[in-house]
């Protein structure tokens, strides 16, 4: 049998016997480290999420200000009909909760007569991270004269 004993086949030489209980040492260091690295990319994930919605959510607010301003702005109609139409806008795209503080009303900007919608809303957060606060966002528009 190519020179071993028959009863030799499951033993570690007796030179090897050190790298064996340095292998041994190591024994779940991976599962560690899987777990370290899981944490991290998860926290990670957690914080481009956080962006990606305040991001989202500041859009959404200053799109529907502009297109208020927009609606306000049209001859005929008043600076509460595009609070109304802000309002309505960022209720179907988020919640009622981020329309509660709408306001518009005449301005003159840059030497112009314009009409201004002012959103002020909350910043989302996930869990307890992120950051705490409002946004405030202001849409204009160029008052159109006549009906």
């Known amino acids: 049998m190519g020179g071993r004993a028959a009863g030799a086949r499951g033993r570690v030489p007796h030179g ?12 779940g260091s991976a599962v560690v ?5 899981a944490a ?18 500041r859009t959404v607010l200053a799109d ?3 297109e208020g301003a927009r609606y306000a702005a ?6 509460a009909d595009g609070v109304a139409r802000t309002r309505a806008l960022v209720v179907a795209a988020l919640d009622e909760a981020y329309a509660r503080d709408v306001t518009a009303g005449p301005e ?5 007569d314009v009409v201004a919608v002012h959103v002020s809303a909350p910043l989302p957060v996930l869990g307890l991270l992120g950051p705490a606060g409002r946004v405030e966002v202001v849409g204009h528009a160029l008052a159109e004269d006549g009906p």
């Open 64 to 66: 529907s200000a502009a």
């Open 33 to 37: 480290e899987f777990v370290l690295a």
């Open 16 to 27: 090897d016997r050190g790298r064996h209980r340095r292998l041994d040492a190591d024994a």
């Open 108 to 112: 003159r900007l840059d030497g112009l």
């Open 40 to 57: 991290l990319l998860a926290v990670l994930v957690a914080g481009v999420l956080q962006l990606a919605l305040a991001l989202h959510v």
């Open 74 to 79: 049209v001859g005929g109609r008043t600076p």
